[in-house]
């Protein structure tokens, strides 16, 4: 019995021994601050989607050590994603489809495959837009114009081609039967830049994301002719989707958030239960409202299938649309 007592203690002290441990060295995880890198300047959207997790995690009290947001700008995310590979698994970044694009298009060396998926969180939806005295009443009659005469339509988009504002129109021509490269875009610095020239008559239509157009299309000074998302949006019920428009397409224009190379399942599924509850949130749907956010909420294995998938439909996207190097 004395030898049977000593066995049950000695089981007992590794059984919780193994339960306090993480796979990353005999240290339980979390162990140091987070850093969640949002890769571009502070304002912008990505660092919005930072401060956000920052927030929301830390005012639920759903991570303990603090949280720290750092801004690491350049490259179309490229500087903040190459400083993620170099760390731990105390440091997360948020992501776009650019982390695939850049790639794509020869302006980076890294590809998804080489980080962690942690989530996907949040999706905004992309427009197409016209002055409100437009000879084009719907997105069909626009399509059928381009498709007759590709050059007819001057199309704005910013900040550049190959990103999702661009490319989102480059599938909706491709569906239409309608060559992408032979399109007249015109580039302009950035979305408010491209709504400008729109509204100052520089250009036909634009292709940017519904946040840049909504107000404008509500205050009557411009239309929307339609939206990429999978059904009529609350806010906006007159403006049809691209199904409505006769185009299979549903295009999400999506953020999320993902690690470093090589993070263990322990420090994953930490982050799964942690994100998990997060987006359960009061305080997170209402982040989503306030910022004309969707939920598009993924967890790492489901993160993962999607980003296999987005890859083949990006490389299938930047081909067509003639910028594939």
């Known amino acids: 019995m004395k030898r049977l007592g000593i066995l049950l203690?000695?089981?007992?002290?590794?059984?919780?021994?193994?339960?306090?441990?993480?796979?990353?060295?005999?240290?339980?995880?979390p162990s140091k601050n987070i850093e969640i890198i949002a890769p571009a300047s502070p304002g912008g959207g990505w660092d919005l989607t930072a401060r956000s997790v920052q927030k929301v995690l830390k005012d639920n009290n759903l991570v303990d050590e603090n949280i720290n947001v750092i801004n690491k700008p350049g490259g179309g995310g490229e500087v903040g994603w190459k400083y993620l590979e170099t760390k731990d698994s105390h440091y997360l970044a948020i992501n776009?489809?650019?982390v695939l694009t850049n790639n794509l298009l020869g302006q980076s060396e890294l590809t998804h495959e080489q980080f962690t998926p942690i989530a996907t969180l949040a999706t905004e939806w992309q427009a197409l837009?016209?002055?409100v005295d437009s000879k084009y009443e719907t997105a069909s009659q626009l399509l059928d114009a381009m498709k007759k005469d590709p050059k007819s339509v001057k199309i704005g988009v910013g900040p550049g081609l190959g990103n999702d504002d661009h490319l989102s129109l480059v599938q909706a021509a491709s569906e239409k039967g309608i060559d992408p490269s032979k399109l007249d875009f015109l580039v302009y610095e950035g979305g408010g830049d491209v709504v400008t020239a729109l509204l100052g008559?520089?250009?036909?239509t634009v292709t940017t994301s519904l946040s840049e157009v909504k107000e404008q299309h509500?205050?009557?000074?411009?239309?929307?002719?339609?939206v990429s998302s999978e059904k009529r949006l609350e806010d906006i019920k007159d403006v049809p989707t691209w199904k409505e428009e006769g185009v299979d397409m549903?295009?999400?224009?999506?953020?999320?958030?993902?690690?470093?190379p090589d993070m263990t399942e322990e420090e994953i599924a930490y982050w799964d239960e942690k994100i998990g509850k997060m987006v359960e949130s009061e305080e997170?749907?209402?982040?989503?409202?306030?910022?004309?956010?969707?939920?598009?909420?993924k967890d790492s294995k489901e993160t993962e299938v999607f980003m296999k998938e987005q890859a083949e439909l990006y490389e299938e996207l930047v081909n067509n649309s003639g910028l594939m190097q």
């Open 9 to 29: 203690i000695v089981f007992f002290m590794m059984l919780v021994t193994a339960c306090s441990n993480s796979a990353s060295g005999g240290e339980e995880f």
């Open 96 to 98: 776009s489809s650019l």
């Open 129 to 131: 837009a016209v002055p």
């Open 201 to 204: 008559g520089h250009v036909d």
């Open 218 to 226: 509500l205050a009557g000074k411009l239309k929307i002719l339609a």
């Open 250 to 260: 549903v295009f999400p224009h999506w953020r999320g958030i993902m690690g470093p």
């Open 284 to 297: 997170w749907k209402k982040m989503l409202e306030n910022n004309d956010w969707e939920d598009f909420y």
